[in-house]
């Protein structure tokens, strides 16, 4: 698996975020080297591409003769046989453009899997944060993925205990998490950044944030654990990372980004394995592989 930068900077200005003032605004490489980093990449045996960006889908290269978005880059490197799996990461929901949607119905190498930060469930706190969205206008970006692919999931960022939170906004992030089940997300008690304009604003007790986060994380560590024990059973496919340190097993990772210790071979690092899943946690997939023919001839 190999990381490929092909956006930096950001002009979206959260208001607790310093990114815009460290990085710049929002910068989009031009498309025609990122294709040629992505044949080095190739030729030094990557199967999987990993797209970044500090809002990779806000990436718009304007060309000669034509514009370049994130949904032409996907379209190109599927022509790559070597390829097996792309993905992109962060993403920002009002960048995520039908163009894009789109791409889960004919891409075969695109993960059902989006890491979408939406950090409240509440309209008024969104609008404090300056995220430019509503939930409802999240909540449509999920219904058009998972009507497209069923098997698409979601994961995301939350900020908890926001200046302004009050009882009522979290009670509105818990029902938005409950109707999304996110399958794996990041969660923070708000922490202010000088020079920010959320940085100016009262802070709401710390005790009361931390119980708030505290209540977020059990929903959230509930649905990423009904979530792993969905797999047990079943044979899955692994992209093989590398062999672990302390003992004799490896590790790759599924479609969805979980983490997957199995017995293995070193020939397999580098490749896609069936794994039979027989065991979870909260974080990890445990399981055995399985030799086929083709495997027991390699």
């Avoid at 698996?1 to 460290?22: A, N």
């Avoid at 047990?232 to 590790?251: A, P, T, W």
């Amino acid at each position: 698996s190999s990381f490929l930068t092909i956006q930096e900077g950001c002009d979206k200005f959260c208001s607790f975020c310093v990114v815009p003032y460290t990085r710049g605004p929002e910068y989009s490489r031009s498309f025609e080297k990122i294709i040629l980093e992505a044949q080095d990449l190739v030729k030094s045996g990557a199967k999987e591409i990993v797209l970044l960006g500090q809002n990779v889908n806000a990436y718009l290269f304007k060309g000669k003769t034509k514009e370049h978005r994130l949904s032409d880059l996907i379209k190109e490197l599927e022509k790559f046989n070597e390829i097996k799996r792309i993905r992109y990461t962060t993403s920002h929901p009002r960048d995520m453009t039908d163009d894009l949607i789109d791409c889960y119905s004919n891409s075969k190498k695109l993960q059902p899997f989006v890491h979408l930060p939406i950090q409240s469930g509440s309209n008024k706190i969104l609008k404090l944060m300056n995220r430019g969205h509503k939930v409802e206008e999240y909540f449509d970006i999920y219904e058009k993925l998972k009507k497209i692919n069923s098997k698409i999931e979601f994961s995301s960022d939350f900020i908890i205990g926001h200046p302004g939170e009050t009882e009522g906004d979290f009670k509105d992030t818990l029902e938005f998490l409950n109707k999304i089940k996110f399958i794996n997300s990041y969660s923070f008690v708000f922490s202010p950044r000088p020079g920010t304009p959320a940085s100016k604003l009262n802070l709401i007790e710390n005790e009361v944030a931390k119980e708030r986060l505290k209540k977020v994380q059990k929903i959230l560590f509930q649905y990423q654990l009904e979530h792993n024990e969905s797999f047990i059973g079943k044979k899955i496919d692994v992209l093989v990372e590398n062999k672990m340190k302390k003992n004799q097993m490896y590790f790759g990772r599924n479609e969805y980004l979980n983490g997957v210790i199995f017995g293995g071979n070193e020939k397999y690092i580098g490749n896609i394995v069936k794994v039979k899943i027989n065991k979870v946690n909260q974080n990890n997939l445990f399981g055995i592989m399985e030799i086929n023919s083709d495997m027991r001839a390699a």
